[in-house]
């Protein structure tokens, strides 16, 4: 595309006025200048950036990614999501045990290529910049994270888990699976979190999204997925302070609870949820209990949570 030709394509999908001074960025190395208006090329393909996405946690604020961009393919027209190479490296605590964590635009690649036409994950490819960065072309997804759905729910907990749970239940099934397809190639996730599922509006199908963070050892995604079941099955975050300082619980049920009742990932969660509601049935919570900070058995493989996950679906919600 001629500069003259971008300028009047910009101008036809976004209706944007004086972009004749769009810049046309072919070095990504520093991600920091890319600005709204800018044009990406990589290769023959062309994408206008329409600023950085953002994302919500715990339904509170929008935290920026500043090397996460919108854009658009100025080719097909499409929504994209453009991630620049981005190193960040961080330690995370699970009990007893410290796990290095860092973030590789490569092994994103890698995932990418592995789970091409897999819809059960974010859909896209990777391009070099002239430099030789790998920048991340992703599909977007329309719909809404499981975390949103979840805090955005207005019934209450009792209602909620005979209404919504179990369908909540059966499409986790789809991405627990997920996640083994990624163990069993010698690959992780790496950031399994309840805002990185997606519900697809169109189809309902939960796909999992952002695989650039990595670590040594699988056993992180297997902890990882107990946050999201626990998430799923409290109706969001139970922590002992809410618990204790609400009135929502007897003092019967407050006076129950003890640190073991904590979650290894996150220890002011309460992870054994049986607890405070004692309709969860005990295979359910057995699971939970892999997950707390001193458990009697806990899970070594994706493919142990899998089976009881199933068997658990099956005998206590009759859903296979």
Same mark, same amino acid.
């Given at each position: 595309?001629?500069?003259? &030709?971008? #300028? ?7 209706? *944007? ?11 990504? @190395?520093? *991600? ?16 206008? !950036? ?25 080719? %097909? ?26 973030? %590789? %635009? &490569?092994?994103?690649?890698?995932? /990418? ?7 059960? +994950? $974010? ?17 977007? !997804? ?26 909540? /239940? ?30 697809? @509006? ?14 040594? #050892?699988?056993? +992180? ?11 799923? #099955? ?6 002992? %302070? ?13 006076? @129950? ?12 969660? #309460? $992870? ?18 892999? +997950? ?26 009759? /859903?296979?």
């Amino acid at each position: 595309m001629t500069k003259k &030709e971008i #300028v009047e394509r910009i101008k036809e999908l976004t209706g *944007w006025l004086n972009v004749e001074r769009c810049k046309i960025v072919t070095d990504t @190395s520093d *991600w920091t200048r890319i600005a709204r208006g800018d044009v990406l090329r990589l290769g023959d393909r062309n994408f206008v !950036i329409q600023g950085n996405r953002y994302e919500t946690r715990f339904g509170i604020a929008e935290q920026p990614k500043y090397w996460v961009f919108g854009a658009i393919d100025l080719e %097909s027209g499409e929504q994209k999501i453009i991630k620049m190479v981005f190193h960040e490296e961080f330690n995370v605590r699970i009990g007893v045990f410290k796990i290095n964590c860092f973030r %590789s %635009s &490569e092994k994103e690649a890698r995932v /990418l290529d592995l789970i091409r036409g897999d819809k059960r +994950f $974010m859909q896209g490819s990777t391009i070099e910049d002239e430099k030789g960065n790998p920048v991340r072309i992703l599909d977007y !997804i329309r719909g809404e994270t499981i975390l949103q759905n979840i805090h955005e729910n207005t019934k209450n907990h009792e209602q909620y888990f005979y209404e919504d749970l179990p369908e909540i /239940l059966l499409k986790l099934t789809d991405s627990i699976q997920a996640i083994q397809l990624l163990h069993m190639n010698h690959t992780c996730h790496g950031d399994i979190r309840n805002d990185h599922i997606i519900i697809e @509006s169109e189809t309902g199908r939960f796909r999992w999204i952002d695989f650039d963070l990595n670590q040594h #050892v699988t056993d +992180f995604d297997v902890w990882s997925m107990g946050n999201i079941i626990n998430y799923a #099955v409290g109706k969001g975050i139970n922590s002992f %302070s809410k618990v204790l300082k609400g009135d929502g619980f007897s003092d019967k049920v407050k006076q @129950s609870l003890t640190p073991d009742d904590a979650s290894a990932f996150y220890e002011y969660r #309460v $992870m054994n949820l049986r607890k405070l509601y004692p309709y969860i049935p005990e295979r359910l919570n057995n699971i939970l209990l892999h +997950f707390t900070i001193q458990p009697k058995v806990y899970y070594t493989s994706i493919i142990q949570l899998i089976r009881d996950y199933k068997k658990m679906l099956k005998e206590d919600f009759n /859903l296979k």
